[in-house]
T-cell receptor
Framework: ETGVTQSPTHLIKTRGQQVTLRCSSQSGHNTVSWYQQALGQGPQFIFQYYREEENGRGNFPPRFSGLQFPNYSSELNVNALELDDSALYLC?????????????FGPGTRLTVT | DQQVKQNSPSLSVQEGRISILNCDYTNSMFDYFLWYKKYPAEGPTFLISISSIKDKNEDGRFTVFLNKSAKHLSLHIVPSQPGDSAVYFCAASARSFGNEKLTFGTGTRLTIIP
């Protein structure tokens, strides 16, 4: 069983630029969630996709957008990058199964905005 | 507003002894709780979860206790091993209310002393 993978591992962008981060969900999972983890903090929920539809959004501005594809992989797009967007971006996949549906995380993409 | 709190930023425990990590929450709608472990440069790894209909869940060396009236949960690791040294995050969700996003605490760094 293949785990959650993310690309790229690291990325450096300039303020004002746009970035796309990618995530491949674990085999058999149909739900993908994105989180932002700033230094010294816990992950913060950005949004979730279930069967290609957005299924909940956290307190992030519209310049954070996403997509989920028919194979359940996903993209996170961030426009007009700001210095505060520098963080570890985590993707997690899950499968609704009875009482439990734990989210399994990828290794993350470290984004640095200069 | 921090809805999930881990008030101990760090904890040191002798190898072989019990490690107890604590977590408090304020949102009464939370009904599903999870613990994740995170090593540097890796994504969080799922450890154990508990539904609000239970007060205890056990998996090998890991046991999670839930006290709903106190809005408190704890993770017990017995016996503690050097490989348990990591940052531990408590997370909660309000699944019954259709909200699958995870709200995380700020983490506790556990160090196991050989």
């Amino acid at each position: 069983e293949t785990g959650v993978t993310q690309s790229p591992t690291h990325l450096i962008k300039t303020r004002g630029q746009q970035v796309t981060l990618r995530c491949s969900s674990q085999s058999g999972h149909n739900t993908v969630s994105w989180y932002q983890q700033a230094l010294g903090q816990g992950p913060q929920f950005i949004f979730q996709y279930y069967r290609e539809e957005e299924n909940g959004r956290g307190n992030f501005p519209p310049r954070f957008s996403g997509l989920q594809f028919p194979n359940y992989s996903s993209e996170l797009n961030v426009n007009a990058l700001e210095l505060d967007d520098s963080a570890l971006y985590l993707c997690a996949s899950s499968r609704r199964l009875g009482e439990s549906y734990e989210q399994y995380f990828g290794p993350g993409t470290r984004l640095t905005v200069t | 507003d921090q809805q999930v709190k881990q008030n101990s930023p760090s904890l040191s425990v002798q190898e072989g002894r019990i490690s107890i990590l604590n977590c408090d929450y304020t949102n009464s709608m939370f009904d599903y709780f999870l613990w994740y472990k995170k090593y540097p440069a890796e994504g969080p790894t799922f450890l154990i979860s508990i539904s609000s209909i239970k007060d205890k869940n056990e998996d090998g060396r890991f046991t999670v206790f839930l006290n709903k009236s106190a809005k408190h949960l704890s993770l017990h690791i017995v016996p503690s091993q050097p490989g348990d040294s990591a940052v531990y995050f408590c997370a909660a969700s309000a699944r019954s209310f259709g909200n699958e996003k995870l709200t995380f605490g700020t983490g506790t760094r556990l160090t196991i002393i050989p």
